[in-house]
């Protein structure tokens, strides 16, 4: 079938099942275009929550997915590529979690979205990269752990001088990138302003004019006044920044900000997962009564 054809039956099938599609940013240029919503995994969790559709087709990766069936339990929600998971969150398992509390009772977890429904359960507060600052402030005065990145973790922890305990978790695509590079990109690139993730080490943050999550990113390029940027996260986020910055010129660090995991979900996986009802997002009622509540502790701490 060739492309027009596809988005046309795609546009056929959502109507037919009264179904959105959610996708993130770091998704191929072509998804992101043919979806309802496209956004960081903030604002993708709202959206999930407060949709009227009996179907959400989550283009993104295991997690995301995951926590839009927390929120909207009465949904079918569908994961095109059933695979598509990110590495981060498997570097915890809820039993590490279970072990590590029994040990260290006295400390509050706070677990990154970027994590499973079982470890979100253990979790006293769920954060995402855009309100991870914000939701740790209210937490000055506890003991903490954070799970499970060590490098988000480590960026708050000396943000607000926190007693702070980092999984050494870690994204094995922004976790590569190196000062060195950043050296080498800065003398190529002189005038440009340096943004990053806060999945990426702390050295390299230290370099940054700015660190902020994808929306934070794509909002600076948008309001600051520089005209170019080397970009310190996944290549599709560029694909927004064209749109919403047209005149900014903005670079990617290195073609290897690419997430595999991302980069699975392909216009023939959503034609199939509307066609096919493929792959149905399933929680343990349990866990995921657990992980709704570390949500919507988020929810409401990120709305005040
Ligand atoms: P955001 O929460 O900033 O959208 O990022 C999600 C992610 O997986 C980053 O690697
Ligand atoms: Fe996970 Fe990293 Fe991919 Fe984000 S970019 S989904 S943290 S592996």
């Known amino acids: 079938m060739n492309r027009r054809m596809m988005i046309k039956e795609i546009n056929a099938l959502k109507q037919a099942r009264n179904a959105v599609i959610l996708a993130h940013y770091y998704q191929y240029p072509e998804v992101q275009d043919i979806a309802d919503f496209v956004g960081d995994s903030y604002a993708l969790s709202r959206k999930a929550a407060e949709t009227e559709a009996d179907t959400i087709v989550f283009c ?123 050296t080498t990109m800065r003398k190529r690139y002189p005038d440009a302003a340096l943004i990053v993730h806060p999945e990426a080490p702390l050295d390299v943050l230290d370099e940054a ?40 010129d903005v670079i990617v660090l290195t073609p290897d900000l690419r997430c595999y995991d991302m980069k699975k979900t392909t216009l023939e996986s959503v034609h199939r997962a509307l066609k096919t009802n493929t792959h149905a997002i399933e929680v343990d009622p349990e866990v995921a009564q657990g992980a709704r509540r570390a949500i919507d502790k988020m929810m409401a701490l990120s709305e005040q």
């Open 209 to 248: 004019d700015y660190v902020g999550g994808t929306k934070g990113l794509i909002e600076y390029v948008k309001t600051s006044p520089h005209s170019q940027y080397l970009v310190g996260t996944e290549e599709g986020l560029l694909h927004e920044m064209h749109k919403t910055a047209p005149e900014k």
């Open 60 to 182: 993104g990766v295991h997690f995301m997915a995951e926590t839009a069936k927390l929120l909207s339990p009465e949904k079918t929600v569908l994961l095109p590529e059933a695979d598509a998971g990110c590495p981060m969150a498997d570097r915890i398992t809820a039993d590490d979690l279970a072990r590590y509390k029994a040990e260290n009772p006295e400390r509050t977890v706070v677990c990154y979205v970027n994590s499973t429904a079982g470890v979100k359960a253990l979790s006293d507060v769920c954060v995402t990269s855009a309100n991870a600052e914000k939701i740790l402030a209210h937490y000055q005065d506890h003991r903490l752990l954070y799970v499970p990145d060590k490098n988000l973790g480590n960026y708050v922890k000396r943000k607000f001088n926190l007693d702070l305990e980092a999984w050494p978790g870690f994204c094995c695509i922004h976790n590569d990138l190196t000062v060195e590079l950043v």
